[in-house]
T-cell receptor, first 110, second 117 residues
C-alpha cells in the first residue's frame, strides 16, 4: 500500500517566521501535488511537481520534490495569517490513483 | 465562474436511513472523484469515474455505499443503510485526465457534512 506521511501534524507559529512542512513516503510517485484547504471548503491546488529534484516557487511558498521522487517539502517564508489552513500533499501512484496525506494543520498567529 | 457544486451542504439523519449526496462536476471535465474526510483518517478516495465509467471503487464499503453517474452533469453517492461511523465530510472533485504525464488539477466542491445519529 502506498502511503504519504506528513509532518508535523500541527504547527502554530508567529507571523513573520519561516517554516517547512514535509511529505514522505517509501514509495515512488510519478508526480506530487500540494493543496491547501480552509475551514468549510474543499482543497485547492497550489502546485504540481513532476521531476525529481524539481523546485517551484509560488510567491513566499517554495515546493521541492525529492531526487528519488519519494518525498517533498513546502517552505513558507515570512508566514502571514492568510497562510493558515490545512496543507495536503497528494501523490500520483500506480494506475494514476491519487493518494492524499493526512495533512499539516498550520496556524499563523498575528 | 465554473465550480463543482454539491448538495446538500449539511445532512443530519438517523442510523438506518438512506442518504443521497449529489455532485455537479465542472462542464467539460472527464473525471469525477468522491472522497470522505475525517480527522482520524484524513481524505480517503471512495470512488473514481472517467467518462462516466467507474474505474475504481475499492475504497468504498460495497455493502452499503454506491456511486453512480447517470449523466455527465450529475454524480451521486448513496449510503443505505447509514451508520454513525459514516459521519464525515464527503467531497466530490472533478478534473481532466491527460493522456500522459502528470495528473491534472482536481477541483473540489464545498463538501457535504454528514452526521448520522
Amino acid at each position: 500500500t502506498q502511503l504519504l506521511e506528513q509532518s508535523p501534524q500541527f504547527l502554530s507559529i508567529q507571523e513573520g517566521e519561516n517554516l517547512t512542512v514535509y511529505c514522505n513516503s517509501s514509495s515512488v510517485f510519478s508526480s506530487l501535488q500540494w493543496y491547501r484547504q480552509e475551514p468549510g471548503e474543499g482543497p485547492v491546488l497550489l502546485v504540481t511537481v513532476v521531476t525529481g529534484g524539481e523546485v517551484k516557487k509560488l510567491k513566499r511558498l517554495t515546493f521541492q520534490f525529492g531526487d528519488a521522487r519519494k518525498d517533498s517539502s513546502l517552505h513558507i517564508t515570512a508566514a502571514q495569517p492568510g497562510d493558515t489552513g490545512l496543507y495536503l500533499c497528494a501523490g500520483a501512484g500506480r494506475d494514476d490513483k491519487i493518494i492524499f496525506g493526512k495533512g499539516t494543520r498550520l496556524h499563523i498567529l498575528p | 465562474d465554473a465550480r463543482v457544486t454539491q448538495t446538500p451542504r449539511h445532512k443530519v439523519t438517523e442510523m438506518g436511513q438512506e442518504v443521497t449526496m449529489r455532485c455537479q462536476p465542472i462542464l467539460g471535465h472527464n473525471t469525477v472523484f468522491w472522497y470522505r474526510q475525517t480527522m482520524m483518517q484524513g481524505l480517503e478516495l471512495l470512488a473514481y469515474f472517467r467518462n462516466r465509467a467507474p474505474l475504481d471503487d475499492s475504497g468504498m464499503p460495497k455493502d452499503r455505499f454506491s456511486a453512480e453517474m447517470p449523466d455527465a452533469t450529475l454524480a451521486t453517492l448513496k449510503i443505505q443503510p447509514s451508520e454513525p461511523r459514516d459521519s464525515a465530510v464527503y467531497f466530490c472533485a472533478s478534473g481532466l485526465v491527460r493522456s500522459s504525464g502528470a495528473p491534472g488539477e482536481q477541483f473540489f466542491g464545498p463538501g457535504t457534512r454528514l452526521t448520522v445519529l
